[in-house]
């Protein structure tokens, strides 16, 4: 009997033993056994080891073998507390929440090889999103966290911290349209981009990777932005332009793929010092009128906003 085996029926038996099996089993749902192994059912197996008929050699393969399994174990057991831990309240985790098994075992399978416990985080996080939403984790995902390195990971989070709000407001000072954009703003500003750790070659990477895509010939832009009066929203401050060309607003050079926008749902931003100067910088220098000084308040109430102006 394989360990994985042997570990899940000395579980069973433990809490069997305790009449709790069906609340655990209840509680933990497709989790179980990864987050209901106890030490206990670890320490038991060893000691049938330690305690058979093997040959002293074989014994000591038998514990070698035992604890790789058992590192696996420890992380797929982390990674499933995690998800319990970040999902939201009534998350169904059993059979019948709608996430795929055979999708759920290839990544906890994956997960045994996850020992960071940063990148635990990062995994459990994306654990508890799928069974919060079942299919909402994109099909490579298993494969991108498999390959996501803590410096990838910081990377990525700088990228998410690089983040506007663009308010389209009309001659009347009525919002037209307001956008949360990510604006990675590469462009004339490659010295800013490595000094806070976001080089080409590691940006190249990351579309390698399969969480970004990167362009810094053309850049990207929102478009149908017809109002020529943008308020670019950042961290508090508001950067006012008066025009750009035609109906399209730039908004850096970089573009989160499907895996990207699910990474950056579990992505604690931070303030970047110098992004807003760097974001000026990139405006100017793709024809967008940057006022040297902006003449509105903008509010932020989570989703509400308010824009009014400045009294002279």
Request: hydrophobic letters at 40%; glycine letters at 6%.
């Amino acid at each position: 009997m394989g360990l994985e085996e042997k570990l899940g029926e000395t579980a069973l038996d433990l809490v069997k033993n305790e009449n709790v099996q069906n609340k655990v089993a209840d509680l933990f749902g497709m989790l179980f056994p990864y987050a209901g192994i106890k030490k206990k059912a670890v320490d038991m197996y060893i000691e049938e080891i330690e305690n058979s008929d093997l040959s002293t050699e074989a014994k000591m393969i038998s514990l070698l073998n035992a604890k790789k399994t058992l590192k696996k174990i420890k992380n797929q057991k982390n990674i499933a507390e995690i998800a319990k831990e970040n999902a939201k309240e009534g998350t169904d985790f059993s059979e019948k929440s709608g996430v795929s098994e055979e999708w759920f075992d290839r990544f906890m399978e994956s997960a045994s090889y996850v020992s960071s416990e940063e990148m635990q985080l990062v995994w459990g996080k994306i654990l508890a999103n799928e069974f919060e939403q079942p299919g909402c984790t994109p099909r490579n995902m298993t494969r991108i966290l498999s390959e996501f390195t803590q410096d990838y990971a910081k990377a990525f989070r700088t990228l998410c911290s690089m983040r506007v709000l663009l308010i389209s407001v009309n001659g009347d000072e009525k919002i037209v349209s307001a956008n949360r954009r990510n604006a990675v703003v590469f462009d004339q500003n490659e010295e800013y981009m490595r000094k806070i750790g976001l080089s080409f070659e590691l940006l190249n990477e990351l579309e390698t990777l399969g969480v970004i895509k990167f362009d810094t010939v053309a850049g990207y832009a929102v478009t149908d932005m017809n109002e020529k009066k943008v308020l670019v929203y950042i961290n508090g401050n508001v950067i006012e332009t008066s025009s750009h060309i035609d109906e399209t607003f730039p908004i850096g050079n970089v573009l989160f793929t499907s895996a990207g926008e699910a990474l950056s749902k579990i992505t604690e931003p931070y303030t970047l010092e110098g992004y807003e100067d760097a974001v000026i910088k990139y405006l100017k220098s793709n024809n967008v009128t940057v006022e040297t000084e902006s003449l509105y308040n903008v509010v932020v109430f989570g989703e509400r906003i308010h824009v009014d102006k400045k009294k002279q």
